[in-house]
């Protein structure tokens, strides 16, 4: 392999094993990084949404921006620009959040979730491929947001880093705005938000993957869009890099556990594991990135990338506040299945609407 291949590779070995030591450490089962999910709860924190469950200030996320923020400015590679169909942008960005609380995950979580024996990824898994060569189909047909331009000043390329920077000081010294109503962080005491490892290990995985992940221009979309449009399984191999690394720390430390019943924060309905990251598959190809790709290129001075994690965030804040998200499989202390999880019927609605808002996007902005 060439050298950027072994980068890739690189990248999402580490990636992978990363994410398990951050289980170890107090994070989630198969949710050492989820970008969707730690942004929804990043949107809990702020108040966007009260599911009282899923409400931290996720360092990795915070981490991610900013270590792809230095590094691009020590490589020269941090240029503003934007004006790319932005609000176009947001709004898919929200429906790309939409589709990943279907599902209950990122493309990123469906890689370590198979690398923990979730079989209901590997359905995910199969709903992305779908929905990437959807994507595909239309990139085609002459799909174009149109360019995005240069801006004569730097200064809106720092915006969504500053204010990632402001969360990370509020999250660093515990500020109280109110102290009756709580805020301006808000913390889950039990749940997924209540889980976490700790601020300082969080924050310096995040740093760690934003450095890899700027550098080999890590994007779990791409890997599959270039594999289909170009043959170039480049961006691929950090699809199965994040896996491998997992899959041997998962089994090192007893986490590994196979099967489709009962996987942490997960459902069996199939039909909506599939939609839901083919909502995310033919988005994250439509916006030119996966949402940790978004997150990278939200650091290195892309406002139209900001506009979309930015969406994300509100979109997760809609799941929750609308009832959209599905829940996790349960059971009772007898160990009988209280609930099958999955969305209701309002997430389902509004999973098939931005499929069919991604057809109409995607049919509309073609070039002639």
């Known amino acids: 392999m060439d050298r950027n291949k ?8 580490i990636t992978g094993m990363v994410a398990v030591v951050l289980v170890k450490m107090g994070n989630p089962q198969n949710m050492g990084f989820c970008i969707a999910c730690f942004e929804r709860d990043i949107a809990g924190a702020l108040g966007l949404h009260r599911a009282d469950v899923v409400q931290y200030m996720r360092p990795e996320i915070l981490g991610l921006v900013l270590g792809a923020l230095i590094t691009s400015l020590f490589t020269r590679e941090f240029k503003t620009r934007g004006g790319s169909a932005t609000l176009v942008r947001f709004i898919m960005g929200v429906f790309m959040m939409i589709g990943a609380l279907v599902f209950l995950g990122c493309p990123l979580r469906d890689v370590l979730r198979m690398a923990g024996g979730d079989y209901n990824a590997v359905v995910g898994l199969f709903g992305f491929i779908a929905g990437v060569a959807s994507g595909v189909f239309f990139l085609k047909k002459g799909f174009n947001l149109g360019r995005a331009q240069a801006s004569h000043s730097q200064v809106g390329g720092f915006v969504i880093p500053a204010l990632i920077t402001f969360f990370l000081v509020l999250l660093v010294l515990k500020t109280v705005f109110n102290p009756t109503a709580g805020g301006p962080l808000f913390f889950s005491k039990t749940g997924p938000g209540s889980m976490h490892a700790a601020l300082w290990l969080s924050l310096g995985a995040g740093l760690l993957v934003g450095f890899l992940a700027q550098r080999s221009r890590l994007c779990f979309s791409g890997g599959i869009r270039d594999l289909i449009l170009v043959k170039d399984s480049t961006l691929l ?3 199965i890099g994040v896996f491998a690394g997992a899959l041997v720390l998962n089994l090192a430390l007893g986490f590994f556990k196979a099967g489709f019943a009962f996987q942490p924060i997960a459902h069996t309905q199939h039909i909506w594991n599939f939609l839901g990251l083919y909502l995310v598959g033919i988005t994250g190809t439509l916006l030119g990135g996966c949402p940790l790709r978004q997150l990278i290129l939200s650091g290195q001075g892309d406002m139209d990338a900001g506009a979309v994690v930015v969406g994300m965030i509100v979109g997760a804040a809609f799941s929750h506040n609308f009832v959209l998200a599905s829940s996790a499989m349960t059971k009772a202390a007898s160990g009988a299945i ?21 057809f109409v996007i995607g049919f509309m902005f073609r070039e002639e």
């Open 338 to 358: 209280t609930s099958y999880g999955g969305p209701g019927l309002y997430g389902q609605i509004a999973c098939v609407a931005g499929i069919v808002i991604m």
């Open 6 to 13: 072994w980068i890739v590779l690189v990248t999402g070995l």
């Open 237 to 239: 191999l950090g699809f």
